[in-house]
């Protein structure tokens, strides 16, 4: 069983900068593919950014593009991902998930990640 262990959210005033860590334990030699995801109080969980094991290709949703930048580190079994240029509606506790393969049409889509870690706060002010 694979666990995954997110750190690095915290609190930030808007424009400032926030790294986010997951680490995978256990086999994960299966996974093309690693997101995260993000909820806000009240809304759904929405994908931020994905990475695929084998290109390495990436996606981002709109909202994000530019600010943030995920990657993956094969060698530490972990995913990281940077946020810069952070504004009060990135506000939401982030979370890290895997699954087989992701495409760019369904990346997005949190019911194709079969693994998911507890999550991490980020909290940005104004």
């Known amino acids: 069983q694979v666990q995954l262990v997110e750190s690095g959210g915290g609190s930030v005033q808007a424009g400032g900068s926030l790294r986010l860590s997951c680490a995978a334990s256990g086999y994960t030699g299966t996974w093309n593919c690693m997101a995260w995801f993000r909820q806000g109080p009240g809304k759904e969980r929405e994908g931020v950014a994905a990475?695929?094991?084998?290109?390495?290709?990436?996606y981002y949703t709109d909202s994000v593009k530019g600010r943030f930048t995920i990657s993956r580190d094969y060698a530490k079994n972990t995913v990281t991902l940077q946020m810069n240029s952070l504004k009060p509606e990135d506000t939401a506790m982030y979370y890290c998930?895997?699954?087989?393969?992701?495409?760019?049409?369904?990346?997005?889509?949190?019911?194709?990640?079969?693994?998911w870690g507890q999550g991490t706060q980020v909290t940005v002010s104004s």
């Open positions: 998930a895997g699954t087989s393969d992701c495409y760019v049409g369904s990346w997005w889509q949190p019911n194709r990640y079969s693994n």
């Open positions: 990475v695929r094991t084998a290109d390495p290709i990436t």
